[in-house]
């Protein structure tokens, strides 16, 4: 039996229904993607063609337990421990700080995180094992994690607590040795670590959302789950995740991802971690928020929605990356404005990038920037998003040089100064740290308080001004 063939029609009832019962929208592009696992997945199931699952989908009475297996077809599992070390150390050193003297003063001793879409139970097992190394902490708290995740397969999988060296990868050895137990070839995390946290399987689509026993979530994490969205989607989930956080309670999502124009009162923590909200007051004046909740309505907000994320660039969407004084000798640009290949190879390599990054592969989304930048050796985008890349591969000295050279690049983009500064912090280079800090400061004060700042996801001038001046603030104390 050779690959099944799927019309339009039997692509767009597959579209409508995973999007009517999970909320994840597949594009056509994601379709071309999940064509051949869809087709294996039917046939394995004795189908012939899609229609004829589809009707028998529908006179089935496990459709419940079906529709749950072929959710679980397009969704990514790629995952790993302390997968995004820059939210991992934001929420040891500035968030669990925070939150743990708010409880003091306030007399409060649960501490209530939420894991939305936790895969197979690595993301929630390394708060687990990161609140382990507070010490005194878990006797202090009581500590409430919940995970969940819609495909039943995540939620048994992550309850055996048994891992692959593959699903370690990069893990600290000292943490390897402290929390988990080699057998054969399988690693099995310590069983204390284990009854922390509690799994559930959960559809984000459900109209009432998990609230813990007393009060709200102090966090949720919902990282890489909402890019299936469709923007209503999103907003809708936003929103409801809002509604269940504590009044000063945090929000994670993915890198990929952003909560520009639906931010539903929460705002961007930290400027330089584009993936970390409060709930508070709304970042953005409530005209611009109008304005790109709309859609974009000018070039300039068109270029802010395209580059929201950290790794938010769309093959299907096209921008001038280059700078106007970007030329060669020759006096062209490197890549002609009427060279469809170059433009197109361009725009591959950023989906390509971006899916990857997606994935959790850094590494590939690194080899993919690399790509554009050969192509296009002035593409600003590029060279920004490669910075975050090798961040998160924690190459710090090789994001330094890429941070600095996307400034001799495009000299007001202001958040490469903000990212050189919190890597000097964190490098303990407390005169860099400051004079980066000022560099971006002083181009803040000349620009319009309400514009938003690109690749910030969606932070004001004003914002990232007041949140610079703060930083530096601290830095000058410690001088």
Same mark, same amino acid.
Request: with cysteine.
């Given at each position: 039996?050779?690959?099944?063939?799927?019309?339009?029609?039997?692509?767009?009832?597959?579209?409508? *229904?995973?999007?009517?019962?999970?909320? @994840?929208?597949?594009?056509?592009?994601?379709?071309?993607?999940?064509?051949?696992?869809?087709?294996?997945?039917?046939?394995?199931?004795?189908?012939?063609?899609?229609? #004829?699952?589809? =009707?028998?989908?529908?006179?089935?009475?496990?459709?419940?337990?079906?529709?749950? &297996?072929? $959710?679980?077809?397009?969704?990514?599992?790629? +995952?790993?421990?302390?997968?995004?070390?820059?939210?991992?150390?934001? *929420?040891?050193?500035?968030?669990?700080?925070?939150?743990?003297?708010?409880?003091?003063?306030?007399?409060?001793?649960?501490?209530?995180?939420?894991?939305?879409?936790?895969? @197979?139970?690595?993301?929630?097992?390394?708060?687990? @094992?990161?609140?382990?190394?507070?010490?005194?902490?878990?006797?202090?708290?009581?500590?409430?994690?919940?995970?969940?995740?819609?495909?039943? =397969?995540? $939620?048994?999988?992550?309850?055996?607590?048994?891992?692959?060296?593959?699903?370690?990868?990069?893990?600290?050895?000292? @943490?390897?040795?402290?929390?988990?137990?080699?057998?054969?070839?399988?690693?099995?995390?310590?069983?204390?670590?284990?009854? $922390?946290?509690?799994?559930?399987?959960?559809?984000?689509?459900?109209?009432?959302?998990?609230?813990?026993?007393?009060?709200?979530?102090?966090?949720?994490?919902?990282?890489?789950?909402?890019?299936?969205?469709?923007?209503?989607?999103?907003?809708?989930?936003? #929103?409801?995740?809002?509604?269940?956080?504590?009044?000063?309670?945090?929000?994670?999502?993915?890198?990929?991802?952003?909560?520009?124009?639906?931010?539903?009162?929460?705002?961007?923590?930290?400027?330089?971690?584009?993936?970390?909200? #409060?709930?508070?007051?709304?970042?953005?004046?409530?005209?611009?928020?109008?304005?790109?909740?709309?859609?974009?309505?000018?070039?300039?907000?068109?270029?802010?929605?395209?580059? #929201?994320?950290?790794?938010?660039?769309?093959?299907?969407?096209?921008?001038?990356?280059?700078?106007?004084?970007?030329?060669?000798?020759?006096?062209? +640009?490197?890549?002609?404005?009427?060279?469809?290949?170059?433009?197109?190879?361009?725009?591959?390599?950023?989906?390509?990038?971006?899916?990857?990054?997606?994935?959790?592969?850094?590494?590939?989304?690194?080899?993919?920037?690399?790509?554009?930048? /050969?192509?296009?050796?002035?593409?600003?985008?590029?060279?920004?998003?490669?910075?975050?890349?090798?961040?998160?591969?924690? &190459?710090?000295?090789?994001?330094?040089?890429?941070?600095? /050279? +996307?400034?001799?690049?495009?000299?007001?983009?202001?958040?490469?100064?903000?990212? *050189?500064?919190?890597?000097?912090?964190?490098?303990?280079?407390?005169?860099?740290?400051?004079?980066?800090?000022?560099?971006?400061?002083?181009?803040?004060?000349?620009?319009?308080?309400?514009?938003?700042?690109?690749?910030?996801?969606?932070?004001?001038?004003?914002?990232?001004?007041?949140?610079?001046? $703060?930083?530096?603030?601290?830095?000058?104390?410690? =001088?």
């Amino acid at each position: 039996m050779g690959k099944i063939r799927f019309s339009d029609r039997d692509i767009r009832q597959f579209q409508a *229904l995973i999007q009517k019962y999970s909320g @994840i929208e597949i594009t056509d592009r994601r379709f071309l993607q999940l064509e051949d696992i869809l087709s294996n997945y039917l046939m394995d199931r004795k189908f012939a063609t899609f229609d #004829q699952y589809y =009707q028998d989908l529908r006179l089935d009475g496990h459709f419940d337990g079906e529709l749950k &297996d072929l $959710i679980s077809l397009v969704t990514i599992n790629e +995952t790993r421990f302390f997968r995004d070390i820059l939210q991992f150390n934001s *929420l040891k050193d500035a968030i669990l700080p925070i939150l743990i003297r708010s409880k003091k003063e306030s007399g409060q001793d649960h501490l209530r995180i939420w894991c939305a879409g936790c895969s @197979i139970g690595s993301e929630a097992y390394s708060i687990a @094992i990161l609140l382990s190394e507070q010490v005194g902490l878990l006797n202090e708290f009581q500590v409430e994690i919940l995970a969940t995740d819609i495909r039943w =397969q995540n $939620i048994d999988y992550a309850l055996n607590g048994s891992y692959t060296s593959r699903e370690l990868r990069g893990l600290d050895q000292k @943490i390897i040795g402290k929390y988990f137990g080699q057998i054969e070839n399988r690693y099995q995390l310590n069983r204390d670590v284990m009854d $922390i946290v509690q799994f559930k399987q959960f559809n984000l689509k459900d109209t009432t959302y998990l609230t813990p026993g007393v009060g709200k979530w102090d966090i949720i994490l919902c990282c890489n789950v909402m890019i299936y969205f469709s923007r209503d989607q999103r907003r809708e989930t936003v #929103q409801k995740f809002s509604q269940t956080l504590s009044s000063d309670g945090y929000f994670f999502i993915g890198h990929a991802e952003s909560l520009l124009g639906i931010s539903s009162g929460l705002s961007l923590f930290d400027a330089s971690i584009s993936s970390i909200y #409060q709930r508070k007051n709304c970042l953005l004046p409530p005209k611009i928020e109008k304005k790109l909740a709309g859609g974009p309505t000018n070039k300039k907000i068109q270029e802010v929605n395209l580059a #929201q994320s950290k790794f938010s660039l769309k093959a299907s969407e096209t921008v001038t990356f280059l700078s106007e004084s970007s030329f060669s000798a020759s006096g062209t +640009t490197v890549v002609e404005e009427n060279s469809r290949t170059g433009k197109e190879l361009v725009q591959t390599h950023f989906s390509e990038a971006e899916f990857a990054a997606n994935r959790g592969d850094y590494q590939a989304a690194i080899d993919s920037y690399h790509k554009v930048i /050969r192509i296009e050796p002035f593409n600003v985008s590029a060279h920004f998003f490669l910075g975050l890349a090798l961040e998160n591969t924690s &190459d710090i000295d090789e994001a330094v040089k890429v941070y600095h /050279r +996307t400034i001799e690049l495009d000299d007001t983009c202001i958040l490469s100064h903000v990212k *050189l500064a919190r890597i000097y912090s964190f490098a303990g280079i407390q005169h860099s740290a400051v004079n980066e800090y000022r560099k971006a400061i002083l181009k803040l004060k000349q620009i319009d308080p309400a514009e938003e700042i690109k690749y910030s996801g969606g932070f004001s001038a004003a914002l990232l001004l007041n949140t610079c001046s $703060i930083q530096l603030k601290k830095l000058d104390s410690k =001088q």
